[in-house]
Nanobody
Framework: VQLVESGGGLVQAGGSLRLSCAAS????????KGWFRQAPGKEREFVAA????????SYGDSVKGRFTISRDNDKNTVYLQMNSLEPEDTAVYYC????????????WGQGTQVTISS
């Protein structure tokens, strides 16, 4: 499985962005997907995850109510809709794939930079 993120950029606080993660491989629909982020000087942080079918989602406390994860298995793509963005959301965002939402994430994308200006 190869993952390629897109959609990052620079936005003002309070704005929105939608990240996309396109996956190669016919087994896309069998993998859970997650979004993680890492800010300079900080550890990688869990953002959101979604089950293979899309029926179950999970979010990190810092993004609950502001971010929404979704997937389109026909397009082999997972999305992260980010609203009410804050400067603290500035980070490199990574897409990852795992057998289940709680297992180790085996496949990772290269990351996309998100910068929120105050």
């Amino acid at each position: 499985v190869q993952l390629v993120e897109s959609g990052g950029g620079l936005v003002q606080a309070g704005g929105s962005l939608r990240l996309s993660c396109a996956a190669s491989g016919r087994t896309f629909a069998t993998y859970a997907k997650g979004w993680f982020r890492q800010a300079p000087g900080k550890e990688r942080e869990f953002v959101a995850a979604i089950s293979p079918s899309g029926g179950v989602t999970s979010y990190g406390d810092s993004v609950k109510g502001r971010f929404t994860i979704s997937r389109d298995n026909d397009k082999n793509t997972v999305y992260l809709q980010m609203n009410s963005l804050e400067p603290e959301d500035t980070a490199v965002y990574y897409c990852a794939a795992a057998v289940t939402m709680t297992s180790g994430y085996k496949y990772w994308g290269q990351g996309t930079q998100v910068t929120i200006s105050s």
